[in-house]
């Protein structure tokens, strides 16, 4: 059974930082994105990590944001620092498996003081 887990959210203080994991069972991770989905707001694009560890990151978490993998875990993380109360949102991984993208429940992540 494909199934993804994402644990590490939490609340934080603006500046912080946390960092997410998402850890896959069922399967062997390749390529894998986070994305987060702010009350009343769409789901957006956070990063990404391809099978060979290229990364890429949306702009408005470059240089604050980075994602990496452990693949002997088959788990993929999302370290995040400097955290802004924009950044509050419920955190989802998405990972494919023999062509389908699968997805996580989410974490939430809150940032305030």
């Known amino acids: 059974q494909v199934q993804l887990v994402e644990s590490g959210g939490g609340l934080v203080q603006p500046g912080g930082s946390l960092r997410l994991s998402c850890a896959a069972s069922g399967f062997s991770i390749s390529a894998v994105r986070w994305y987060r989905q702010a009350p009343g707001k769409q789901r957006e694009f956070v990063a990404s990590i391809s099978t060979g560890g290229s990364t890429y990151s949306a702009d408005s978490v470059k240089g604050r944001f980075a994602i990496s993998r452990d693949d002997a875990k088959n788990t993929v993380y999302l370290q995040m620092n400097s955290l802004k109360p924009e950044d509050t949102a419920t955190y989802y991984c998405?990972?494919?498996?023999?062509?389908?993208?699968?997805w996580g429940q989410g974490t939430q992540v809150t940032v305030s003081s």
């Open positions: 998405n990972a494919l498996h023999r062509g389908n993208w699968h």
